[in-house]
């Protein structure tokens, strides 16, 4: 079975600063992966996908992920943070589940952002 | 376009009201979704719509009652529901059911409050 694993439930950066929200998975079959961007009362957002084309991903905003499969990670970073980057950020693995390919997804990261 | 939508934005109901929920998406995706997401918590799965056809309920009470009327739109007929009910509900739709790529579209999320 797929599972995600979120390391912090809450990080916070400096403006300016590297931002890095960890994931783990674990899979029994190569996944895929996705990292999702929630701002406040609103829906979800695609940051970035890995479908196994390359292993370093380049998502919207300026974030990027790297698959390493000796690790079973896939951590976004961003290299600069931005105030406008304070949200949630989920990790999803999709692969077969219960009989059918099913997004599952961690529980989340709360990035805050301070001046 | 990749927009999924949804209406209303807010909804409050009584639990004895009967009440439904709408999404469209007009990007030619054969599969939608409906999911639950309570406060600081990932979504949670409820129904999965594949070529109009119900193809996943995830052991949701008969209270909620999904509704595909076409490949664009979906529905979330509510009934009798409870206070425990109050959260963000999320439709989203993807290319199709059975490629673990397809990524994921989500809506704004209507947030329900039950009195």
């Known amino acids: 079975a797929q599972s995600v694993t979120q390391l912090g439930s809450h990080v916070s950066v400096s403006e300016g600063a590297l931002v890095l929200l960890r994931c783990n998975y674990s899979?029994?079959?190569?996944?895929?992966l996705f990292w999702y961007v929630q701002y406040p009362n609103q829906g979800l957002q695609l940051l970035l996908k890995y479908t196994s084309a390359a292993t370093l991903v380049k998502g919207i905003n300026g974030f990027e992920a790297e698959f390493k499969k000796s690790e079973t990670s896939f951590h976004l970073t961003k290299p600069s943070a931005h105030m406008s980057d304070a949200a949630e950020y989920f990790c999803a693995v999709r692969g077969p589940s219960g009989g059918y390919n099913k997004l599952i997804f961690g529980a989340g990261t709360r990035l805050a952002v301070h001046p | 376009d990749t927009e999924v939508t949804q209406t209303p934005k807010h909804l409050v109901m009584g639990m004895t009201n009967k009440k439904s929920l709408k999404c469209e998406q007009h990007?030619?995706?054969?599969?939608m979704y409906w999911y639950k997401q309570k406060a600081k918590k990932p979504p949670e799965l409820m129904f999965v719509?594949?070529?109009?056809?119900?193809?996943i309920n995830e052991s949701v009470p008969s209270r909620f009652s999904p509704e595909c009327p076409n490949s664009s739109l979906l529905n979330l007929h509510l009934h009798a529901l409870q206070p425990e009910d109050s959260a963000l509900y999320l439709c989203?739709?993807?290319?199709?059911?059975?490629?673990?790529?397809?990524?994921?579209?989500f809506g704004p999320g209507t947030r329900l409050t039950v009195t």
């Open positions: 990007m030619g995706h054969r599969a």
């Open positions: 989203a739709s993807s290319q199709d059911l059975g490629a673990s790529s397809y990524e994921q579209y």
């Open positions: 899979s029994s079959v190569p996944p895929y």
């Open positions: 719509y594949s070529y109009e056809k119900l193809s």
